[in-house]
């Protein structure tokens, strides 16, 4: 939807492809999170990145880096292992937050080429800066601010880390969870599978992408990063 609208595409196109996205981001919360716990068990962290970078929903990703928390704990609980709750679903929110950002970067560069190169008319001499302002996905904006504000805490006031860290879980956790619940409720009502049919070429295209080339670099990119990182043993 953001590049989409930052090259002023035909509103349909976004609509059908974030349409096709939302269904299979359904498969994927299906399929997913127990294949990663069968195996990718010994690899929690790089299997939490690799749901980040695979499912393409911001909800569907939650959701799912949810149930594999789960899975994944339970599965180390019963050989021993209690980990702390939280640090799988972490790296495929954390993970996903990235790739929002980027695709804000990404969106700004197409903007750019698109109003200064691909639109500009013959004999045009500039184009109003604020066409690129009206294109920009402002949702980056809000990431960055969060993102300085924690960052300016961290560095310049270190003494208050402990008690931001309590404010942020005391409102983040019951709001987690409502969301989380929302947006199972939300993907099961919008799905429908029958939409597949009409669009033929183009699910088939990008279940075979999906699966067979952005799934496999999803795991070698995670596994790059975060080989042998492990959530922290509960206390």
Do not use: C, N
Not at 93 to 108: E, H, L, P, R, Y
Not at 143 to 164: H, Q, S
Request: positive net charge.
């Amino acid at each position: 939807m953001a590049t989409g609208g930052a090259i002023r595409a035909r509103p349909i196109i976004a609509v059908m492809v974030s349409m096709l996205i939302v269904v299979f981001a359904m498969i994927e919360l299906l399929i997913l999170p127990p294949l990663y716990t069968a195996t990718l068990d010994h690899e929690p962290i790089v299997a939490g990145a690799a749901m980040g970078m695979t499912v393409k929903t911001d909800g569907a990703d939650a959701a799912a880096g949810a149930v594999l928390d789960e899975m994944m704990r339970a599965k180390a609980a019963a050989a021993g292992t209690m980990w702390q709750e939280g640090w799988i679903l972490t790296s495929a929110v954390m993970t996903k937050i990235w790739i929002d950002m980027f695709i804000g970067v990404w969106a700004f560069v197409l903007a750019l080429i698109w109003v200064y190169k691909v639109e500009r008319q013959p004999g045009q001499v500039m184009v109003g800066k604020s066409e690129i302002w009206h294109r920009f996905p402002k949702f980056v904006l809000g990431y960055l601010f969060t993102w300085f504000v924690y960052l300016g805490i961290a560095v310049f006031l270190p003494d208050l880390v402990e008690a931001a860290m309590v404010g942020a879980k005391t409102v983040q956790s019951p709001m987690r969870k409502m969301m989380f619940m929302l947006t199972f409720v939300s993907i099961g009502i919008i799905t429908d599978f029958s939409k597949l049919k009409g669009m033929g070429r183009l699910a088939l295209l990008y279940g075979i992408a999906l699966f067979l080339i952005i799934a496999p670099i999803a795991l070698i990119v995670a596994y790059i990063f975060h080989h042998g990182m492990m959530p922290p043993l509960a206390s």
